[in-house]
């Protein structure tokens, strides 16, 4: 049977580099870029949770979680209580204050709508 595109061997195989990849380009060959392993591309100003590998049950392998610290939820807080949807500018000035990435506030503001939501849930 023939590993067809994003069928979990082709994925495993395109993700180690793998030569025999049936003539198809993987997301390595392809042109697009990967994103930084753990080990690198960290944004300073956050760390990863302590004695943790990232690899817990629905994370990506290899992504640690990211920390915030107290200063960053303070200002991400401030900021979802004043909008709770971000705008395009106000995410790069955030990203930019507080030394995160912008994909790091969206999912933030993400996980904060869901959370509140929760919350508002809870309370009827």
């Not at 200063?71 to 995160?100: D, M, V």
């Not at 996980?111 to 939501?117: D, E, Q, T, V």
Request: charged share 30%; net charge positive; glycine share 14%.
């Amino acid at each position: 049977m023939e590993k067809g595109p994003f069928s979990v061997e082709w994925l495993a195989q395109s993700s180690r580099g793998g030569a025999d990849s049936g003539g198809r380009e993987g997301p390595a060959q392809s042109g697009e870029s990967r994103l930084p392993r753990a080990g690198g591309g960290r944004c300073p100003g956050h760390a990863a949770e302590p004695g943790g590998d990232g690899a817990g049950a629905g994370t990506a392998p290899g992504r640690p979680r990211t920390k915030f610290s107290a200063a960053q939820l303070r200002e991400l807080e401030r900021s979802f209580r004043e909008q709770r949807y971000i705008g395009a500018s106000e995410k790069r000035r955030l990203a930019a204050e507080l030394n995160l990435s912008q994909s790091q506030i969206k999912t933030w503001f993400q996980n904060r709508r869901m959370k509140f939501k929760r919350q508002t849930q809870d309370a009827r």
